[in-house]
């Protein structure tokens, strides 16, 4: 883990209301303990992902209560693929094949839900070539069982060189270990950026968000560097700062109530390498309505966050 400096500090200090410590206890709290794993893939080798993952993982058990184990975008397929055919051999049908049946296996054995990134295939007889391909997202719950499966709603230009567009965002209720329900949204992380819409900008994601009136949001995802020199705290301040500001329709500020509700931000983001991609790491846990950073991790190095998260409801 490391540690970041005051420029985000000051960020989540111009978020906070004034009231921030009056913060509301009435209820009772949701309390969510969510396991963000960073990680570098292994282009196109399943298995090897899987093994190491497995070896990283074999410490944790049942008893230790996690409430969602977040993986990233494509974590066990690699990111890269030229056009379907590039991509067909690695990709499953929601709920089918090697990297669900490895989730699977590990929700029950952890007795938590599992959100991982994947390629999904789909039959389809209107389809040109019989098949549509999608950067998808598995939702598993503690029984192993499929809960949700998600397609990427706004996708990069790599994503377009073999997969198609999610029909829309989706929420999803789920229920902590203490047996509290909370809404949740799960997205990919160029979901958070504006679509034009009449000539403007509009923040989709956080607006849908914002409707469904969420407790959590789990973002996956293979975010691309634009600053591959800067790695210190304040280049990981700058790149939480950036998805921050794409979601500030649900972050309040000292005079202004965009969202009255408190909730939690988990985000798993991929580091390392691939072909001319180089991933920006940074993945972190944050509190917000008051904003707390909870954790953050390098931009270059494999890392795990056990975020420990109370939340008004």
Request: proline content about 3%; charged content about 30%.
């Amino acid at each position: 883990m490391q540690k970041v400096g005051p420029e985000l500090n000051k960020l989540i200090l111009a978020m906070n209301k004034l009231e921030e410590t009056k913060e509301k206890t009435e209820g009772t709290p949701l309390d969510l303990k969510v396991l963000i794993c960073q990680l570098n893939a292994k282009q196109k080798d399943i298995v090897f992902n899987q093994t190491r993952v497995a070896k990283s993982l074999e410490s944790y058990k049942a008893s230790d209560n996690i409430d969602v184990i977040l993986f990233p975008e494509m974590m066990f397929t690699g990111y890269s693929f030229t056009d379907s055919a590039d991509v067909e051999s690695y990709a499953e049908e929601a709920g089918k094949g090697p990297t669900f049946e490895y989730l699977s296996k590990l929700a029950k054995n952890l007795k938590t839900y599992v959100i991982c990134g994947y390629p999904e295939v789909f039959p389809d007889e209107k389809a040109i070539n019989k098949k549509r391909y999608y950067n998808s997202l598995y939702v598993i719950d503690r029984s192993g069982n499929l809960k949700l499966n998600y397609r990427k709603r706004q996708l990069l230009e790599a994503d377009k060189q073999w997969a198609e567009e999610g029909e829309s965002f989706k929420s999803v209720e789920l229920e902590s270990s203490k047996g509290i329900k909370y809404k949740a949204v799960v997205a990919m992380g160029n979901d958070i950026n504006p679509t034009k819409v009449g000539g403007t900008e509009k923040y989709e994601l956080a607006e849908f968000c914002k409707q469904e009136g969420i407790d959590a949001l789990f973002v996956a995802s293979a975010w691309v560097d634009t600053d591959i020199a800067s790695v210190d705290s304040k280049a990981i301040e700058t790149v939480i700062n950036s998805w921050l500001l794409r979601l500030q329709t649900l972050c309040n500020l000292p005079t202004v109530v965009r969202y009255d509700k408190q909730w939690g931000l988990f985000w798993a983001n991929r580091v390392g390498k691939e072909g001319d991609l180089i991933f920006t790491g940074s993945s972190h846990a944050l509190k917000l309505n008051p904003a707390q950073l909870i954790f953050a991790l390098d931009k270059r190095k494999e890392g795990f966050i056990m975020a420990e998260v109370s939340l008004a409801k």
